[in-house]
Protein backbone atom coordinates (compact mmCIF):
# COMPACT_ATOMS: atom_id res chain seq x y z
CA UNK A 1 0.00 0.00 0.00
CA UNK A 2 1.41 3.27 -0.68
CA UNK A 3 1.20 5.70 2.05
CA UNK A 4 0.67 9.40 2.32
CA UNK A 5 3.01 11.86 1.87
CA UNK A 6 3.88 14.26 4.41
CA UNK A 7 2.57 17.24 2.06
CA UNK A 8 -0.50 15.59 1.59
CA UNK A 9 -0.94 14.98 5.24
CA UNK A 10 -0.60 18.49 6.26
CA UNK A 11 -3.02 19.41 3.22
CA UNK A 12 -5.87 17.53 4.80
CA UNK A 13 -4.95 18.78 8.20
CA UNK A 14 -4.85 22.16 7.34
CA UNK A 15 -8.42 21.71 4.90
CA UNK A 16 -6.08 22.45 1.65
CA UNK A 17 -6.19 19.41 -0.24
CA UNK A 18 -8.65 18.44 -3.14
CA UNK A 19 -8.21 14.70 -2.59
CA UNK A 20 -9.87 14.73 0.80
CA UNK A 21 -12.34 11.55 0.28
CA UNK A 22 -8.97 9.84 -1.04
CA UNK A 23 -6.85 10.95 1.90
CA UNK A 24 -9.68 10.45 4.57
CA UNK A 25 -10.34 6.39 3.01
CA UNK A 26 -6.93 5.56 3.55
CA UNK A 27 -6.19 6.78 6.64
CA UNK A 28 -9.72 4.47 8.17
CA UNK A 29 -7.76 1.80 6.55
CA UNK A 30 -3.99 2.83 7.26
CA UNK A 31 -2.43 2.59 10.29
CA UNK A 32 0.68 4.13 9.54
CA UNK A 33 -0.29 6.92 7.81
CA UNK A 34 -3.11 7.51 10.82
CA UNK A 35 -0.15 7.20 13.53
CA UNK A 36 1.57 9.99 10.98
CA UNK A 37 -1.59 12.00 11.37
CA UNK A 38 -1.86 12.21 14.90
CA UNK A 39 1.68 12.86 15.49
CA UNK A 40 1.45 16.41 12.99
CA UNK A 41 -2.05 16.70 15.26
CA UNK A 42 -0.17 16.89 18.78
CA UNK A 43 2.25 19.33 17.19
CA UNK A 44 -0.31 21.73 16.03
CA UNK A 45 -2.68 21.14 19.46
CA UNK A 46 0.13 21.73 21.79
CA UNK A 47 1.17 25.38 19.23
CA UNK A 48 -3.02 25.75 19.53
CA UNK A 49 -2.53 25.72 23.44
CA UNK A 50 -0.24 29.06 23.39
CA UNK A 51 -1.64 31.35 25.89
CA UNK A 52 -3.58 34.26 24.03
CA UNK A 53 -3.93 37.52 26.15
CA UNK A 54 -7.42 38.49 25.28
CA UNK A 55 -8.64 41.80 24.80
CA UNK A 56 -11.98 43.03 25.48
CA UNK A 57 -14.82 44.62 23.78
CA UNK A 58 -13.60 48.08 25.67
CA UNK A 59 -10.15 47.56 23.97
CA UNK A 60 -11.37 49.35 20.30
CA UNK A 61 -12.25 52.25 22.27
CA UNK A 62 -8.74 52.17 23.39
CA UNK A 63 -7.19 51.62 20.46
CA UNK A 64 -9.47 54.81 19.33
CA UNK A 65 -8.70 56.75 21.89
CA UNK A 66 -5.07 56.38 21.03
CA UNK A 67 -5.11 57.06 17.63
CA UNK A 68 -7.63 59.62 17.54
CA UNK A 69 -5.35 62.42 18.19
CA UNK A 70 -2.82 61.52 15.49
CA UNK A 71 -5.54 61.16 12.74
CA UNK A 72 -5.55 64.02 10.22
CA UNK A 73 -8.04 66.23 9.84
CA UNK A 74 -9.71 64.46 6.62
CA UNK A 75 -9.08 61.36 5.35
CA UNK A 76 -8.37 59.47 2.54
CA UNK A 77 -5.82 60.55 -0.13
CA UNK A 78 -5.65 57.70 -3.39
CA UNK A 79 -5.74 59.93 -6.64
CA UNK A 80 -5.70 63.05 -4.34
CA UNK A 81 -2.19 62.38 -3.06
CA UNK A 82 -0.54 63.71 -6.50
CA UNK A 83 -2.46 66.75 -5.97
CA UNK A 84 -0.67 67.49 -2.12
CA UNK A 85 2.09 69.90 -1.91
CA UNK A 86 4.57 67.66 -0.62
CA UNK A 87 4.59 65.25 -4.05
CA UNK A 88 4.99 68.75 -5.79
CA UNK A 89 8.48 69.11 -3.85
CA UNK A 90 9.72 66.33 -5.05
CA UNK A 91 8.62 66.16 -8.59
CA UNK A 92 9.43 69.89 -8.35
CA UNK A 93 13.00 68.88 -7.06
CA UNK A 94 13.72 66.49 -10.36
CA UNK A 95 11.79 68.85 -12.69
CA UNK A 96 14.40 71.47 -11.18
CA UNK A 97 17.76 69.32 -12.52
CA UNK A 98 15.86 67.70 -15.67
CA UNK A 99 15.83 71.51 -16.90
CA UNK A 100 18.36 72.70 -15.00
CA UNK A 101 20.75 69.85 -16.95
CA UNK A 102 18.68 70.76 -20.19
CA UNK A 103 19.35 74.48 -20.04
CA UNK A 104 22.90 73.89 -18.99
CA UNK A 105 23.98 71.89 -21.78
CA UNK A 106 22.40 74.38 -24.32
CA UNK A 107 24.17 77.87 -22.81
CA UNK A 108 27.67 75.44 -22.53
CA UNK A 109 27.01 74.43 -25.95
CA UNK A 110 30.11 74.16 -27.30
CA UNK A 111 32.06 77.41 -29.90
CA UNK A 112 35.02 74.55 -30.32
CA UNK A 113 33.91 71.63 -31.07
CA UNK A 114 37.09 69.77 -29.26
CA UNK A 115 35.48 69.42 -25.91
CA UNK A 116 31.80 69.33 -26.15
CA UNK A 117 30.77 66.32 -24.39
CA UNK A 118 32.84 66.78 -20.96
CA UNK A 119 31.45 70.28 -20.74
CA UNK A 120 27.83 69.72 -20.85
CA UNK A 121 28.74 66.63 -18.72
CA UNK A 122 30.24 68.99 -16.28
CA UNK A 123 27.51 71.74 -16.16
CA UNK A 124 25.11 68.48 -15.91
CA UNK A 125 27.11 67.09 -12.52
CA UNK A 126 27.19 70.89 -11.10
CA UNK A 127 23.27 71.39 -11.36
CA UNK A 128 23.02 67.61 -9.46
CA UNK A 129 25.90 67.84 -7.04
CA UNK A 130 23.86 71.56 -5.53
CA UNK A 131 20.43 69.59 -5.77
CA UNK A 132 22.15 66.77 -3.74
CA UNK A 133 23.85 68.78 -1.28
CA UNK A 134 20.57 70.57 -0.54
CA UNK A 135 18.78 67.42 -0.21
CA UNK A 136 21.87 65.98 2.13
CA UNK A 137 21.81 69.08 4.26
CA UNK A 138 17.94 68.50 4.85
CA UNK A 139 18.33 64.79 5.44
CA UNK A 140 21.06 65.73 7.95
CA UNK A 141 18.62 68.72 9.82
CA UNK A 142 16.07 65.84 10.33
CA UNK A 143 18.32 62.72 11.16
CA UNK A 144 19.73 65.03 13.94
CA UNK A 145 16.85 66.24 15.13
CA UNK A 146 15.67 62.64 15.80
CA UNK A 147 19.22 61.55 16.99
CA UNK A 148 18.87 64.39 19.62
CA UNK A 149 15.40 64.15 20.61
CA UNK A 150 15.68 64.11 24.08
CA UNK A 151 13.04 61.62 26.10
CA UNK A 152 9.59 62.54 27.05
CA UNK A 153 9.14 64.65 30.22
CA UNK A 154 8.07 62.76 33.68
CA UNK A 155 4.38 63.24 33.33
CA UNK A 156 4.56 62.07 29.44
CA UNK A 157 4.77 58.80 28.47
CA UNK A 158 4.84 59.07 24.83
CA UNK A 159 7.25 61.38 22.38
CA UNK A 160 5.80 62.31 18.97
CA UNK A 161 7.88 62.55 16.07
CA UNK A 162 4.66 63.18 13.50
CA UNK A 163 6.88 66.38 12.10
CA UNK A 164 9.93 64.48 11.49
CA UNK A 165 8.30 61.69 10.33
CA UNK A 166 6.47 63.79 7.70
CA UNK A 167 9.86 65.80 6.51
CA UNK A 168 11.69 62.23 6.15
CA UNK A 169 8.39 60.98 4.17
CA UNK A 170 8.88 63.89 2.08
CA UNK A 171 12.63 63.50 1.29
CA UNK A 172 12.10 59.83 0.22
CA UNK A 173 10.71 60.56 -2.66
CA UNK A 174 13.27 63.24 -2.98
CA UNK A 175 16.02 60.61 -2.19
CA UNK A 176 14.87 57.98 -4.68
CA UNK A 177 15.14 60.04 -7.34
CA UNK A 178 18.81 61.13 -6.56
CA UNK A 179 19.91 58.18 -6.05
CA UNK A 180 18.04 56.43 -9.21
CA UNK A 181 20.28 60.00 -10.70
CA UNK A 182 23.17 59.22 -9.54
CA UNK A 183 23.30 55.64 -10.03
CA UNK A 184 23.29 56.92 -13.96
CA UNK A 185 25.55 59.49 -13.56
CA UNK A 186 28.45 56.16 -12.57
CA UNK A 187 29.03 57.44 -8.96
CA UNK A 188 28.64 54.30 -6.98
CA UNK A 189 29.88 55.74 -3.93
CA UNK A 190 27.10 58.34 -3.64
CA UNK A 191 24.36 56.18 -4.45
CA UNK A 192 25.47 53.98 -1.59
CA UNK A 193 25.51 56.78 0.69
CA UNK A 194 22.09 57.78 -0.62
CA UNK A 195 20.86 54.13 -0.81
CA UNK A 196 21.45 53.95 3.49
CA UNK A 197 19.92 57.28 3.39
CA UNK A 198 17.01 56.17 2.45
CA UNK A 199 16.78 52.87 4.64
CA UNK A 200 17.45 55.24 7.30
CA UNK A 201 14.13 57.49 6.21
CA UNK A 202 12.04 54.73 5.48
CA UNK A 203 12.76 53.42 8.80
CA UNK A 204 11.91 56.71 10.34
CA UNK A 205 8.87 57.47 7.67
CA UNK A 206 7.40 53.82 9.17
CA UNK A 207 7.74 54.53 12.53
CA UNK A 208 5.17 55.02 14.75
CA UNK A 209 4.18 58.74 15.18
CA UNK A 210 4.19 58.31 19.04
CA UNK A 211 7.25 56.74 20.75
CA UNK A 212 7.70 55.05 24.38
CA UNK A 213 11.38 56.42 25.26
CA UNK A 214 12.59 52.88 24.77
CA UNK A 215 11.42 53.34 21.26
CA UNK A 216 12.95 56.42 20.68
CA UNK A 217 15.96 55.16 21.71
CA UNK A 218 16.15 52.24 19.48
CA UNK A 219 15.50 54.58 16.43
CA UNK A 220 18.40 56.59 17.43
CA UNK A 221 20.41 53.56 17.92
CA UNK A 222 19.20 52.30 14.38
CA UNK A 223 20.14 55.73 13.10
CA UNK A 224 23.43 55.65 14.79
CA UNK A 225 24.50 51.86 13.89
CA UNK A 226 24.21 52.85 10.34
CA UNK A 227 26.99 55.62 11.06
CA UNK A 228 24.52 57.74 8.69
CA UNK A 229 24.65 60.95 9.92
CA UNK A 230 28.41 60.99 9.41
CA UNK A 231 28.66 60.19 6.09
CA UNK A 232 25.75 62.14 4.99
CA UNK A 233 28.08 65.27 6.81
CA UNK A 234 31.58 64.22 4.76
CA UNK A 235 29.65 63.44 1.82
CA UNK A 236 27.84 67.28 1.78
CA UNK A 237 31.11 68.69 2.57
CA UNK A 238 32.09 67.03 -0.31
CA UNK A 239 29.95 68.37 -2.53
CA UNK A 240 30.26 72.05 -1.26
CA UNK A 241 33.70 71.92 -2.05
CA UNK A 242 33.03 70.97 -5.27
CA UNK A 243 30.45 73.60 -5.84
CA UNK A 244 33.00 76.26 -4.81
CA UNK A 245 34.77 75.21 -7.32
CA UNK A 246 33.93 76.17 -10.88
CA UNK A 247 34.62 73.98 -14.13
CA UNK A 248 36.64 71.63 -11.84
CA UNK A 249 34.17 68.69 -11.34
CA UNK A 250 35.86 65.68 -11.46
CA UNK A 251 34.48 62.58 -12.00
CA UNK A 252 34.34 60.46 -8.91
CA UNK A 253 37.90 58.91 -8.85
CA UNK A 254 38.41 55.52 -6.75
CA UNK A 255 40.27 57.60 -3.96
CA UNK A 256 37.33 59.83 -3.06
CA UNK A 257 34.68 56.81 -3.73
CA UNK A 258 37.40 54.56 -1.47
CA UNK A 259 36.71 58.10 1.30
CA UNK A 260 33.16 57.89 1.38
CA UNK A 261 32.93 54.21 1.26
CA UNK A 262 35.31 54.39 4.39
CA UNK A 263 32.93 57.03 6.11
CA UNK B 1 -11.93 38.36 5.05
CA UNK B 2 -12.17 35.45 3.17
CA UNK B 3 -12.98 32.16 5.72
CA UNK B 4 -12.97 28.90 5.61
CA UNK B 5 -16.52 27.55 6.35
CA UNK B 6 -17.53 25.80 9.23
CA UNK B 7 -19.73 22.77 9.66
CA UNK B 8 -21.41 23.87 13.11
CA UNK B 9 -23.34 27.10 13.86
CA UNK B 10 -26.03 28.70 12.04
CA UNK B 11 -24.89 30.28 8.73
CA UNK B 12 -27.25 32.05 7.39
CA UNK B 13 -27.60 33.92 10.89
CA UNK B 14 -23.93 33.93 10.57
CA UNK B 15 -24.15 35.24 6.68
CA UNK B 16 -27.07 37.91 7.86
CA UNK B 17 -24.63 39.36 10.43
CA UNK B 18 -21.75 39.71 8.16
CA UNK B 19 -23.66 41.44 5.56
CA UNK B 20 -24.74 44.00 8.52
CA UNK B 21 -21.63 44.71 9.39
CA UNK B 22 -20.33 45.18 6.19
CA UNK B 23 -22.99 47.80 4.81
CA UNK B 24 -22.13 49.58 8.31
CA UNK B 25 -18.84 49.22 7.62
CA UNK B 26 -19.37 50.99 4.25
CA UNK B 27 -21.60 53.78 5.48
CA UNK B 28 -18.75 54.35 8.05
CA UNK B 29 -16.25 54.69 5.33
CA UNK B 30 -17.95 57.22 3.18
CA UNK B 31 -19.09 59.48 6.70
CA UNK B 32 -15.22 59.17 7.08
CA UNK B 33 -14.74 59.96 3.61
CA UNK B 34 -16.88 63.07 3.70
CA UNK B 35 -15.10 64.56 6.10
CA UNK B 36 -16.92 63.28 9.39
CA UNK B 37 -13.56 61.80 11.36
CA UNK B 38 -15.56 60.19 14.35
CA UNK B 39 -17.20 57.93 11.67
CA UNK B 40 -14.08 56.22 11.76
CA UNK B 41 -14.20 55.46 15.48
CA UNK B 42 -17.14 52.50 14.10
CA UNK B 43 -14.52 50.65 12.19
CA UNK B 44 -11.90 51.37 15.11
CA UNK B 45 -14.01 49.46 17.73
CA UNK B 46 -15.53 46.52 15.36
CA UNK B 47 -12.36 45.61 13.97
CA UNK B 48 -9.86 46.48 16.79
CA UNK B 49 -9.73 42.72 18.46
CA UNK B 50 -9.19 40.73 15.32
CA UNK B 51 -6.69 43.28 14.25
CA UNK B 52 -4.85 42.28 17.89
CA UNK B 53 -5.16 38.88 17.61
CA UNK B 54 -3.80 38.81 14.34
CA UNK B 55 -0.56 40.92 15.13
CA UNK B 56 -0.11 38.74 18.67
CA UNK B 57 -0.30 35.56 16.56
CA UNK B 58 2.37 36.76 14.61
CA UNK B 59 4.33 39.16 16.47
CA UNK B 60 4.66 37.04 19.36
CA UNK B 61 4.48 40.20 21.54
CA UNK B 62 1.75 42.00 23.15
CA UNK B 63 3.81 45.70 23.21
CA UNK B 64 4.30 44.94 19.29
CA UNK B 65 1.10 43.93 18.67
CA UNK B 66 -1.05 47.09 20.02
CA UNK B 67 1.69 49.15 18.25
CA UNK B 68 0.89 46.68 14.70
CA UNK B 69 -2.94 47.43 15.39
CA UNK B 70 -2.79 51.02 15.90
CA UNK B 71 -0.67 51.69 12.97
CA UNK B 72 -2.86 49.60 10.47
CA UNK B 73 -5.98 51.86 11.48
CA UNK B 74 -3.60 55.26 10.96
CA UNK B 75 -2.72 53.96 7.22
CA UNK B 76 -6.78 52.56 6.83
CA UNK B 77 -7.36 56.41 7.89
CA UNK B 78 -4.64 58.31 5.46
CA UNK B 79 -5.06 55.75 2.30
CA UNK B 80 -9.21 55.46 2.71
CA UNK B 81 -9.19 56.71 -0.76
CA UNK B 82 -7.63 54.24 -1.97
CA UNK B 83 -10.40 51.81 -0.65
CA UNK B 84 -12.77 50.56 -3.09
CA UNK B 85 -16.38 51.13 -1.32
CA UNK B 86 -17.63 47.66 -2.51
CA UNK B 87 -14.81 45.84 -0.61
CA UNK B 88 -14.79 44.82 2.59
CA UNK B 89 -13.49 46.93 5.36
CA UNK B 90 -12.27 44.30 7.52
CA UNK B 91 -10.12 42.37 5.17
CA UNK B 92 -8.64 45.62 3.66
CA UNK B 93 -7.48 46.48 7.72
CA UNK B 94 -6.71 42.87 8.25
CA UNK B 95 -4.52 43.65 5.10
CA UNK B 96 -2.91 46.60 5.98
CA UNK B 97 -2.31 45.30 9.44
CA UNK B 98 -0.79 41.58 8.05
CA UNK B 99 1.78 43.88 5.88
CA UNK B 100 2.79 45.94 8.49
CA UNK B 101 3.59 43.07 10.87
CA UNK B 102 5.85 41.56 8.49
CA UNK B 103 7.91 45.20 8.27
CA UNK B 104 7.88 44.74 11.85
CA UNK B 105 9.15 41.55 12.13
CA UNK B 106 11.74 41.75 9.50
CA UNK B 107 12.61 44.85 11.12
CA UNK B 108 13.24 43.18 14.36
CA UNK B 109 15.01 40.32 13.00
CA UNK B 110 17.77 42.54 11.40
CA UNK B 111 17.63 44.61 15.11
CA UNK B 112 18.22 41.10 16.54
CA UNK B 113 20.73 39.76 14.29
CA UNK B 114 22.81 43.69 15.43
CA UNK B 115 22.66 42.79 18.99
CA UNK B 116 23.08 39.78 19.46
CA UNK B 117 25.46 39.52 22.97
CA UNK B 118 24.94 37.23 25.47
CA UNK B 119 23.46 40.38 27.93
CA UNK B 120 21.15 41.21 25.17
CA UNK B 121 19.75 37.44 24.96
CA UNK B 122 19.35 36.98 28.31
CA UNK B 123 17.33 40.17 28.35
CA UNK B 124 15.29 38.92 25.96
CA UNK B 125 14.58 35.69 28.17
CA UNK B 126 13.58 37.67 30.60
CA UNK B 127 11.11 39.31 28.92
CA UNK B 128 9.51 36.22 27.58
CA UNK B 129 6.24 37.68 25.94
CA UNK B 130 4.42 33.99 26.88
CA UNK B 131 5.75 35.20 30.82
CA UNK B 132 4.23 38.47 30.79
CA UNK B 133 0.99 37.29 29.20
CA UNK B 134 -1.93 37.61 31.04
CA UNK B 135 -3.21 34.10 30.81
CA UNK B 136 -6.83 33.53 31.45
CA UNK B 137 -6.98 29.95 30.68
CA UNK B 138 -8.04 27.69 33.62
CA UNK B 139 -5.36 26.28 35.77
CA UNK B 140 -5.31 22.70 34.92
CA UNK B 141 -4.69 23.77 31.50
CA UNK B 142 -1.52 25.89 32.53
CA UNK B 143 0.42 23.51 34.89
CA UNK B 144 -0.56 21.35 31.87
CA UNK B 145 1.64 23.22 29.83
CA UNK B 146 5.20 22.95 30.32
CA UNK B 147 7.33 26.10 30.65
CA UNK B 148 10.00 24.23 28.42
CA UNK B 149 7.51 23.40 25.96
CA UNK B 150 6.08 26.88 25.48
CA UNK B 151 9.50 28.23 25.02
CA UNK B 152 10.37 25.66 22.85
CA UNK B 153 7.13 26.65 20.40
CA UNK B 154 8.11 29.65 20.65
CA UNK B 155 11.52 29.92 19.83
CA UNK B 156 10.21 27.32 16.67
CA UNK B 157 7.54 29.98 15.48
CA UNK B 158 10.43 32.59 15.94
CA UNK B 159 12.96 30.55 13.55
CA UNK B 160 10.07 30.86 11.03
CA UNK B 161 10.80 33.00 8.35
CA UNK B 162 8.27 36.17 8.26
CA UNK B 163 6.37 34.74 5.49
CA UNK B 164 6.36 31.67 7.09
CA UNK B 165 4.72 32.83 10.07
CA UNK B 166 2.49 35.20 8.47
CA UNK B 167 1.12 32.34 6.22
CA UNK B 168 0.71 29.77 9.45
CA UNK B 169 -1.00 32.25 11.66
CA UNK B 170 -3.44 32.94 8.86
CA UNK B 171 -3.81 29.61 7.96
CA UNK B 172 -4.12 27.80 11.00
CA UNK B 173 -5.11 30.15 13.59
CA UNK B 174 -7.37 32.66 11.71
CA UNK B 175 -8.67 30.22 9.24
CA UNK B 176 -8.11 32.78 6.36
CA UNK B 177 -7.87 31.19 2.12
CA UNK B 178 -5.01 30.48 0.59
CA UNK B 179 -5.59 33.79 -1.74
CA UNK B 180 -6.09 36.27 1.14
CA UNK B 181 -2.51 34.61 1.82
CA UNK B 182 -1.26 34.90 -1.24
CA UNK B 183 -2.36 37.95 -1.51
CA UNK B 184 -0.75 39.23 1.71
CA UNK B 185 2.60 37.61 0.81
CA UNK B 186 2.22 39.16 -2.63
CA UNK B 187 2.74 35.55 -4.15
CA UNK B 188 0.75 33.36 -6.20
CA UNK B 189 -1.63 30.86 -4.53
CA UNK B 190 0.34 27.77 -5.08
CA UNK B 191 3.45 29.64 -3.61
CA UNK B 192 1.31 30.61 -0.34
CA UNK B 193 0.18 26.76 -0.24
CA UNK B 194 3.59 25.86 -0.17
CA UNK B 195 4.73 28.23 2.16
CA UNK B 196 1.98 27.38 4.47
CA UNK B 197 3.18 23.87 4.57
CA UNK B 198 6.59 24.47 4.58
CA UNK B 199 6.31 26.15 8.14
CA UNK B 200 4.21 23.35 9.52
CA UNK B 201 6.71 21.00 8.42
CA UNK B 202 9.42 23.59 9.93
CA UNK B 203 7.36 23.83 13.04
CA UNK B 204 6.78 19.43 13.23
CA UNK B 205 10.42 19.49 12.84
CA UNK B 206 10.90 21.29 15.70
CA UNK B 207 8.28 20.30 18.01
CA UNK B 208 7.80 16.99 17.91
CA UNK B 209 10.61 15.33 20.08
CA UNK B 210 9.31 17.88 22.73
CA UNK B 211 5.26 16.91 22.07
CA UNK B 212 5.71 13.21 22.20
CA UNK B 213 2.67 10.85 23.38
CA UNK B 214 1.00 13.26 25.76
CA UNK B 215 0.75 15.45 23.09
CA UNK B 216 -0.89 12.79 20.90
CA UNK B 217 -2.84 11.95 23.99
CA UNK B 218 -3.97 15.48 24.50
CA UNK B 219 -5.04 16.02 21.20
CA UNK B 220 -7.27 12.79 20.94
CA UNK B 221 -8.65 13.47 24.18
CA UNK B 222 -10.32 17.21 22.68
CA UNK B 223 -11.24 15.53 20.06
CA UNK B 224 -9.44 17.14 17.25
CA UNK B 225 -7.36 14.21 15.78
CA UNK B 226 -8.53 14.10 12.04
CA UNK B 227 -11.05 16.50 11.82
CA UNK B 228 -10.11 18.66 8.56
CA UNK B 229 -10.41 22.63 9.77
CA UNK B 230 -12.54 23.84 6.91
CA UNK B 231 -12.87 22.81 3.07
CA UNK B 232 -11.21 22.42 0.10
CA UNK B 233 -9.82 25.19 -1.94
Known amino acids: MKHLTEEELIGYREGETTQREAIAEHLTSCTACRTELDRLEAVLSALDNLPMPERGPEYGRAVWQQIAPRLPEKAGRGWRAWFEPRRWVAIGAMAAIVIGAFVAGRWSKPKDSGAPAASVAQVRERVLVVAVGEHLGKSEMVLMELANATPPAPGQKQINISAEQQRAEDLLDANRLYRETVQQSGDAALADVLDDLERVLLDVAHSPQELTPAKLESLQKRIEAHGILFKVRVVGKELQEKQKTPNSAPAPTESKAGERNKA | ?53 LAYRMTGNEQDAEEVVQEAFLRAYRNLGQFGSRANFGTWAYRIAANYAIDRMRQKRTEDARRQTPSALAEEQEQDPLDLAPDERPTPDRQAMNSELRKKMEEALKELSSSERTAFVMRHWEGCAIEEIAAVLKSTTSAAKNTVFRSVQKLRRALEPYVGARGALQAKAAGAAPEPRGTEL
Request: glycine share 4%.
Open chain 2, 1 to 53: MIRMSESAGSTQDREALQSAARESDAIAVERTLAGERDAFRVLVERHSQQLFR
